[in-house]
Each structure stands twice: as C-alpha cells, then as structure tokens.
Nanobody, 128 residues
Framework: QVQLVESGGGLVQAGGSLRLSCAAS????????MGWFRQAPGKEREFVAT???????????DYTDSVKGRFTVSRDNAKNTLYLQMNSLKPEDTAVYYC??????????????????WGQGTQVTVSS
C-alpha cells in the first residue's frame, strides 16, 4: 500500500519559515515527479512546486511564480522523502499543503490530475 504522509505544517507569523516533509512508503519514487500543491478555503487546489530526477545527481524543479525565490523543493531519494522549505511566508500562503507523486508528462507537470498518489495534507497558517 502506497502512502504519502506530510508533516511540518503549523502556525507562523508573516516573514517566518516552515519546512514541510513528505515521507513515502510502499514504493520508491526515484524517477517519478514529486510535487507540492495547496488548497486555500474556497479555492481550487493549485500547483506550488515539483521536482523530478533526470539523471545522476540532477533534478529538474519548477515553481509557481508566487513562491519563486521564497520556497525550495528538494528530495532525498535514499529516504524516499520530499521537502518544501518555505521562507518569507505571507498570509496568502495559508492553505492545506499536499504532496503528490506520479509520472506526468513534462508539459502537464503542473496539473494535479496527472499525479497518482497523494498525501492527506498538512495545514499551513500564516498570520499577519
């Protein structure tokens, strides 16, 4: 049984930092894309960041514009774990953050329905 379990969410003041983790079990995702999506109340789930292993010690990353320069996605394939370092957090970053894994085509890597596995989500709340 494949499981993705997020952790690291919480309440933080604007300008603060959080580090989310997503531990995968049941299979390895070494060559798959792993990413983060978020969903704020009353809004659709949106793409945040993704990382794909493309060769020896080489990864391709992609970020939505609103988090570029503030968030960093990384992964440790030996631990089968995905991370999201979030700095300079803003109130508009408040959402439930989900990790996902799958094999989306490169041109559709930002589309949530292209991912096969999802975590249960972790709440991130940024106060002003």
């Amino acid at each position: 049984q494949v499981q993705l379990v997020e952790s690291g969410g919480g309440l933080v003041q604007a300008g603060g930092s959080l580090r989310l983790s997503c531990a995968a079990s049941g299979r390895t995702f070494g060559s798959d894309a792993m990413g983060w999506f978020r969903q704020a109340p009353g809004k659709e789930r949106e793409f945040v960041a993704t990382i794909t292993w493309i060769g020896t010690n080489t990864y391709l990353t992609d970020y939505t514009d609103s988090v570029k320069g503030r968030f960093t996605v990384s992964r440790d394939n030996a631990k089968n774990t995905l991370y999201l370092q979030m700095n300079s957090l803003k109130p508009e970053d408040t959402a439930v953050y989900y990790c996902a894994a799958g094999s989306p085509p490169t041109q559709r890597i930002r589309l949530s329905y292209e991912y096969d596995y999802w975590g249960q989500g972790t709440q991130v709340t940024v106060s002003s």
